[in-house]
Structure formats: structure tokens, C-alpha cells
């Protein structure tokens, strides 16, 4: 069965320090998304990337990149992380307008 | 600006009950709406979604309506479930061609057994 797979689920690292998170496809989607989530802000758009070398900035960008190789695959860096990017990461494939299929969460603490 | 507004953090229901979660958004030019459902730990997942060209659409115990003079949707969940109790998004695409939805801040339901 297709799926959509984060790793790590779980993350503690220290202000500063460089971060990626993975973000693994097998729905063969064009469209890939990461989000965050924060109590009182719902989800909100990273970065997002509609095919091969396509790459787009959401609405929280700052502090984050992405970078898109293949099909499959959306990692996301943090390049320099800080405590407010401490959160729930949530990735999201999806086919054209269809509805958008989500990975199960990585938890990121930054200390 | 936020632009799809679920106004309330939470709502507690009796099981066998009606569930009515709201959201409302302030632009016009959305062309779908979606709601999705989830629970601790886990990632989102799709529930039911509705066209801006309908006013309604059913799914077993899953009803979404449509009002767009008032720029309002709401979900319906009869009868509720235990099972039920999640965190719902509700999400709306915009018609300018990009496939980014536009996430509400979720509202916690809890079904009382």
C-alpha cells in the first residue's frame, strides 16, 4: 500500500544546530507540503514543492529550507535551530487539487 | 489575517448526539472545502469535503454544509461516537490554481460516553 512516512518521529536538539527531517512519498505525488502545528494556530504551510526541483515558500518559511530531488522525497532543514521552531511537523503529499495525504508527525524539541 | 476561523477550541457531546463543528472563512474566492480529522499522535487525515457549487454533502454519519452568503461551513456528526473524539480541521483551497489549503486552528471534540 502507498503511504507517506516521517522520520524521526521524535527530535530534541539544541538551539543552533542544523536539523533535516524526512519526508518519504510512495504515492508518486507531484505536490508535497510541509506544516507545523501549534496550540492556537492550527496548521500552518512551511514550504511546499509541485514537482522535481519546484520549490515554494509558505507562510512560516523563515528559518527553514527544502529541497526536492526526486518524486518521492521532501526533507526539510532547519538550518540554525531555535527555540520558537520547537513544534509538531507534519508532511503532506497530494495529486493535483485532490485532498492531501499526511505522514504521521515528527515532534522536534529545540533546548 | 486569518483567513479560515474555527472560533471554537472545543466541544463536548453526549454519545448518540448531534456534533455541529463550525468554521468560517472571510475570502470568496475558495472553490473547496475540506474537513479533516486527528488524533493524538497521529497525522491528519481526510473526513469529507464539499465543492463551492454545492450547499451539501453526505457521508454516512458525516454531513458538511455550505453556506456561502455567510461564508460559513459546518460538519454535522450523527449520531456521535466515543470514536469521534479528535482534533477537526477544517481547510479550504483557493480557485487562483495553487493547491495549498488554507488550515482552520482545529476545534478538540470530545463524545461523552
Known amino acids: 500500500d502507498a503511504e507517506i512516512t516521517q522520520s524521526p518521529r521524535h527530535k530534541i536538539t539544541e538551539t543552533g544546530r542544523q536539523v533535516t527531517l524526512a519526508c518519504h512519498q510512495t504515492w508518486n505525488h507531484n505536490n508535497m507540503f510541509w506544516y507545523r502545528q501549534d496550540l492556537g494556530h492550527g496548521l500552518r504551510l512551511i514550504h511546499y514543492s509541485y514537482g522535481v526541483q519546484d520549490t515554494n515558500k509558505g507562510e512560516v518559511s523563515d528559518g527553514y529550507s527544502v529541497s526536492r530531488s526526486n518524486t518521492e522525497d521532501l526533507p526539510l532543514t532547519l538550518e540554525s535551530a531555535a527555540s520558537s521552531q520547537t513544534s509538531v511537523y507534519f508532511c503532506a503529499s497530494s495529486a493535483a487539487s485532490n485532498e492531501q495525504f499526511f505522514g504521521p508527525g515528527t515532534r522536534l524539541t529545540v533546548l | 489575517d486569518q483567513q479560515v476561523k474555527q472560533n471554537s477550541p472545543s466541544l463536548s457531546v453526549q454519545e448518540g448526539r448531534i456534533s455541529i463543528l463550525n468554521c468560517d472563512y472571510t475570502n470568496s474566492m475558495f472553490d473547496y472545502f475540506l474537513w479533516y480529522k486527528k488524533y493524538p499522535a497521529e497525522g491528519p487525515t481526510f473526513l469529507i469535503s464539499i465543492s463551492s457549487i454545492k450547499d451539501k454533502n453526505e457521508d454516512g454519519r458525516f454531513t458538511v454544509f455550505l453556506n456561502k452568503s455567510a461564508k460559513h461551513l459546518s460538519l454535522h456528526i450523527v449520531p456521535s461516537q466515543p470514536g469521534d473524539s479528535a482534533v477537526y480541521f477544517c481547510?479550504?483551497?483557493?480557485?487562483?490554481?495553487?493547491?495549498?489549503?488554507?488550515f482552520g486552528t482545529g476545534t478538540r471534540l470530545k463524545v461523552l460516553a
Open positions: 481547510a479550504a483551497l483557493p480557485t487562483s490554481g495553487t493547491y495549498k489549503y488554507i
